[in-house]
């Protein structure tokens, strides 16, 4: 049983497009909601994170929207540049940012330049 | 600063044989997490260390997995007898105490492990 649905699994997108990524959940008692880059042989690093009593957070290009009564949580890049192109995964947690991450099974963006 | 590091980068072996991953965390991290993607899922948790206690191994799949974090410093992780469906990439990460200020955990490169 998955708990973290994340989709779609690639992504294409043109240089200065917007790229978005969404993930679902079911567990209401998660309480921290991070999303990763991973890069081809390096390991994810945290991109941007948000906890359920914020409804977005915004660090530079990227922004994270969050709907609680939904459970549902996006990723959204703007302005995308081919140096984003990576492997991005969607997590919760039910510990806060100390717990055992769940993973959504990621999505491979590719922006073309 | 040095980052989680993982030894080795690479490791095949065939079925029925055993190997030790290492990690080292960042320097002054007392919770050690071990995570593990299977070719085709997503990255699932193992277990989660604070200094050389375990703090919740939910994830460990069974007890051919071992891990041990003595002198709450760096851990291994063996796995006796290694199975076929044991190949993956596994990840190190390590975070701060939150009364430190921890806020992220920090992942290494991870270690692909091959079972033949």
């Known amino acids: 049983q998955q708990q973290v649905k994340q989709s779609p699994q690639s992504l294409i997108v043109q240089k200065g497009g917007i790229s978005i990524i969404n993930c679902a959940y079911e567990?209401?008692?998660?309480?921290?909601f991070p999303w990763y880059q991973q890069f081809p042989g390096k390991g994810p690093a945290l991109l941007i994170a948000?906890?359920?009593?914020?409804s977005e957070k915004k660090e530079g290009r990227f922004t994270i929207s969050f709907n609680k009564s939904a459970k549902q949580f996006s990723l959204h890049i703007m302005d995308s540049q081919p140096g984003d192109s990576a492997t991005y995964f969607c997590?919760?947690?039910?510990?806060?940012?100390?717990?055992?991450?769940?993973f959504g099974k990621g999505t491979k963006l590719s922006v073309k330049p | 600063e040095a980052g989680v590091t993982q030894f080795p980068s690479h490791s095949v072996i065939e079925k029925g044989q055993t190997v030790t991953l290492r990690c080292d965390p960042i320097s002054g991290h007392d919770n050690l997490y071990w995570y593990r993607r299977v070719m085709g899922k997503e990255i699932k948790f193992l277990l989660h260390f604070v200094k050389e206690s375990k703090q919740d191994e939910s994830g460990m799949p069974n007890n051919r997995f071992l891990a041990e974090r003595t002198g709450g410093t760096y851990s291994t992780l063996k796995v006796q007898p290694a199975e076929l469906e044991d190949s993956g990439v596994y990840f190190c990460?390590?975070?701060?105490?939150?009364?430190?200020?921890?806020?992220?955990?920090?992942f290494g490169p991870g270690t692909r492990l091959t079972v033949t």
């Open positions: 997590a919760a947690s039910p510990g806060g940012s100390q717990g055992n991450l769940i």
């Open positions: 990460a390590s975070s701060q105490d939150y009364r430190q200020g921890g806020y992220e955990q920090y």
């Open positions: 567990n209401t008692a998660f309480d921290y």
């Open positions: 948000i906890r359920p009593d914020v």
